[in-house]
C-alpha cells in the first residue's frame, strides 16, 4: 500500500480507503461483527489507513464496529464519515445540511465512534436547500473546536463544489479537501465535470460503487453461491462483466481487481473506496494492488461501454473548435493544463 496527500492538504492517506456500509447486518445484506473485524484487519495489513463510514450506516452500527476496531491506534487511522442522511424520518431538521443537522449528527457520530475528533467530515448528499455558506461556515467552527479536522463533499454537484472551494478561499475558511462520487466502469458521468473539477482544484476524488455493488464481478452471471445484494444485475453490467471476466482469463487476475484499477487509472488524484462483506472479497479487491493496467488495456475497458462525454468538453476539444480557437498553432503549444481528450 502506497499513500496519497488528501486533496490540498498534508493528510495522508492510503491509496484505497475501507468502506463500511456492509459493518452491520441491521439492514439485511451485511456483515457481522467478526467478519466486519476480519475485513478489517486485512486491510490493515496490506497498509490501509483510510476508513469511510457515515452516521446512517446499518442505522449506526457501522460506526460503532469502526469506533472499536481502530480505538487501540486512533491516531494511526484516518477516519471518516458524513452527515446530512435523517435518523428521524418525522423531523424535517433531522435531515439535511443545515448547521443545525450538521451539529447534532457530529455528536451522535462521536459517541458511535467513541472517539474526541473526525478526521474527514463528508456531506453526504446535496440537499438543494441550504446555503453553500451555512455549510462552510458551520464546518469551519466545528474544524476551530477540534471535532472535525477536515472537509469534504460527497454525492453534490460540480458547481456546488467549486462554488464552496471560491467561498472558503475568499473568506479564510477551511477548504474542501476531496468529493466522493460514484464511479465506475459501468458508470463514468463523473469524468463529465467532476473529474475536471477535482484536477482543477486539487481535490481528491473517492469512488463508491467501483464495482457496482459486485455486478462487475460476474457474480451476476452465472448460478453461484457468492453473497449478493441485488437479485439481478442489469444487462449492461453483465455484459461488462464478460469483458472484465474475459480480460481477466488473459492476465490472470479477476474482475473485481480489473475493475478497481480502471479506477485507479483515470487521470488525478483518485483513492477508490472498496467495501466487502467477506473476508475472502476484501483479499481478491486487495490484490488489485499488485499490479497495474496498460494504457492499452484501458482502453480495451473505455471502448467495451458507449459512454459519451458530450457537451462541453466534447465540443471544445474537437479538432474544428480548436482550429477556430489557436488556427495553425494548437499542435505546438505544450500545455500541461490540458484536458483528457474524451472517448
Not at 474526541?116 to 473546536?145: G, N
Request: proline share 5%; with cysteine.
Amino acid at each position: 500500500m502506497r499513500y496519497k496527500l488528501l486533496g490540498k492538504s498534508g493528510l495522508r492517506v492510503s491509496e484505497l480507503c475501507l468502506g463500511t456500509m456492509t459493518f452491520g447486518e441491521d439492514w439485511g445484506w451485511g456483515a457481522s461483527k467478526e467478519v466486519s473485524q476480519k475485513i478489517f484487519d486485512a486491510f490493515v495489513a496490506q497498509g490501509g489507513n483510510f476508513v469511510d463510514t457515515a452516521n446512517n450506516y446499518t442505522n449506526g452500527t457501522s460506526e460503532t464496529y469502526v469506533g472499536e476496531f481502530i480505538k487501540s491506534e486512533r491516531d494511526h487511522f484516518v477516519l471518516a464519515t458524513k452527515y446530512t442522511l435523517t435518523e428521524n424520518p418525522k423531523n424535517p431538521n433531522a435531515g439535511g445540511n443545515s448547521r443545525k443537522n450538521m451539529v447534532q449528527t457530529i455528536e451522535k457520530s462521536l459517541r458511535r465512534l467513541d472517539t474526541e475528533a473526525i478526521d474527514v467530515l463528508y456531506l453526504h448528499m446535496w440537499d438543494f436547500m441550504t446555503p453553500v455558506a451555512e455549510v462552510l461556515r458551520s464546518v469551519d467552527d466545528l474544524i476551530r473546536a477540534g471535532k472535525v479536522h477536515y472537509f469534504a463533499f460527497s454525492d453534490t454537484p460540480a458547481w456546488v463544489v467549486s462554488y464552496a472551494v471560491a467561498l472558503a478561499e475568499t473568506h479564510g475558511w477551511s477548504r474542501p479537501v476531496a468529493i466522493q462520487v460514484p464511479y465506475s466502469l459501468a458508470g463514468r458521468a463523473a469524468e463529465r465535470d467532476i473529474f475536471p473539477m477535482a484536477r482543477e482544484l486539487d481535490l481528491s476524488v473517492t469512488p463508491w460503487g467501483v464495482i457496482g455493488q459486485g455486478a462487475l464481478t460476474g457474480k451476476y452471471n452465472t448460478p453461484n453461491d457468492d453473497p449478493k445484494r441485488d437479485s439481478d444485475a442489469s444487462p449492461k453490467e453483465k455484459n461488462l462483466a464478460e469483458v472484465l471476466m474475459k480480460l481477466g482469463a488473459e492476465i490472470g487476475q479477476t474482475p473485481a481487481q480489473i475493475a478497481i484499477n480502471y479506477v485507479r487509472a483515470q487521470m488525478g488524484n483518485i483513492i477508490p473506496i472498496i467495501g466487502a462483506r467477506t473476508e475472502k472479497q476484501i483479499v481478491d479487491n486487495l490484490g488489485a494492488l499488485e499490479f497495474s493496467l496498460t494504457p492499452e488495456q484501458v482502453k480495451q475497458l473505455n471502448d467495451a461501454t458507449d459512454f459519451k462525454i458530450d457537451f462541453p468538453l466534447s465540443f471544445l476539444t474537437n479538432d474544428h473548435v480548436r482550429g477556430l480557437i489557436f488556427g495553425e498553432t494548437f499542435s505546438q503549444i505544450d500545455n500541461h493544463r490540458v484536458p483528457v481528450t474524451p472517448v
